[in-house]
């Protein structure tokens, strides 16, 4: 039966009593959206970032084979959705709807992978700051080798760490590919840890950019290899004998276009607290660094007396010093001996003068 008036009214004004009542004593959240609050608070020392893996409006199955090699890759911090959206985030507020996706999926870096006629096999990685975007990569995939097509049987552990090597001198020479390291670092380093186990460190990952002489275009070759370790057969010593095996996924990709902050939230991203700072950072008085990365001091001291200078003596030495005395009172005794008897003979010559 449905309610009166009268009982839609009491309901009504009881609703809004509790409303107001819960308002004024500013009712403590559940445990759960408690614990999510705490888990996004900013800390000390920052956990892993969460990756978003997103498809675009048109999306081939070559980079949908991508997308699911970095979900293997950066497992478990990852998630992949599977519908299509439409972004576009070097447009202008295109990248409006990536902070959002963002932020809902509490993830600090994204992935979106497409394929267009003008920009084929299309991949644009990405991270945020403070949810809003820091930096975005587009790269064009030139040729790419997934998991599946690797003729290894090793794969990655979840929770293992990668080695990185960066050859080549563009790396340190052009700016936009510096920064895109730094990006490359931190996208696949993992979780910051204290101690690293030897069986963890299971994989590598080199980036090796050459540049064309005759287009001046840069290509990264990124190949990724297992490490086996193998017993020694020598037996002299526990450490084991390393292995390189190509594992995947290996590719081959350019910078197209790139999109960084601005300054100001840039020099904000890099802040840390004092607890964070190394105490190496203080400059240390008197103290420089020479070539070979030694550390020389320069001490300021009073003008000393060498002479009546005493310190801690050898065995060896205090023996010679003991013999070093006992000879020099041998020789004081034969002087004053010779001295003695050359005074006798002369009183004996005066006696004998003196008598005559």
């Avoid at 991949?123 to 003729?151: A, H, P, V």
């Avoid at 990185?164 to 563009?170: P, T």
């Avoid at 001291?301 to 003991?322: I, P």
Wanted: charged share 30%.
């Amino acid at each position: 039966m449905a309610p009166t008036s009268q009982q839609s009214l009491n309901r009504k004004v009881k609703s809004l009593t509790i409303s107001s009542r819960s308002i004024r004593k500013s009712k403590k959240p559940k445990a759960r959206v408690s614990r999510y609050l705490k888990s996004i608070e900013p800390k000390l020392e920052e956990s892993a970032r969460n990756l978003l893996l997103l498809k675009g409006l048109r999306c081939s199955d070559k980079m949908v084979h991508v997308l699911k090699d970095l979900r293997a890759i950066q497992a478990p911090n990852v998630k992949l959705l599977s519908k299509n959206n439409h972004l576009l985030p070097f447009e202008e507020g295109g990248s409006t709807s990536l902070e959002f996706l963002c932020t809902k999926n509490d993830c600090s870096s994204f992935a979106l992978a497409s394929n267009s006629k003008k920009r084929p096999n299309n991949l644009i990685l990405g991270r945020t700051f403070d949810r809003q975007i820091l930096d975005i990569y587009e790269l064009g995939i030139l040729r790419y080798c997934s998991l599946n097509e690797s003729k290894s049987v090793f794969k990655k552990s979840i929770g293992s760490k990668p080695m990185m090597a960066f050859l080549g001198d563009v790396w340190q020479l052009d700016e936009t590919h510096s920064k895109l390291r730094n990006f490359l670092i931190d996208f696949f380093k993992g979780e910051c840890v204290d101690k690293i186990v030897l069986n963890g460190l299971d994989h590598i990952i080199s980036f090796t950019a050459l540049r064309n002489p005759n287009d001046d275009k840069v290509t990264v070759h990124m190949r990724t290899y297992f490490v086996n370790l193998k017993k020694n057969p020598n037996g002299t010593t526990k450490i084991p004998l390393t292995f390189l095996e190509n594992c995947g996924p290996d590719m081959d990709f350019t910078l197209r276009r790139t999109n960084f902050a601005s300054s100001e939230l840039w020099k904000a991203s890099l802040k840390q607290l004092k607890k964070n700072r190394k105490k190496s950072q203080k400059k240390a008085k008197n103290q420089s660094t020479n070539l070979f990365g030694e550390t020389i001091g320069r001490l300021h001291l009073q003008k000393q007396n060498l002479d009546k200078a005493q310190g801690k003596r050898a065995k060896a030495l205090r023996e010679f010093g003991k013999y070093e005395a006992e000879r020099n009172k041998k020789a004081v005794d034969e002087d004053l001996k010779k001295e003695e008897a050359q005074m006798n003979m002369e009183l004996q010559q005066y006696e004998l003068f003196a008598t005559k």
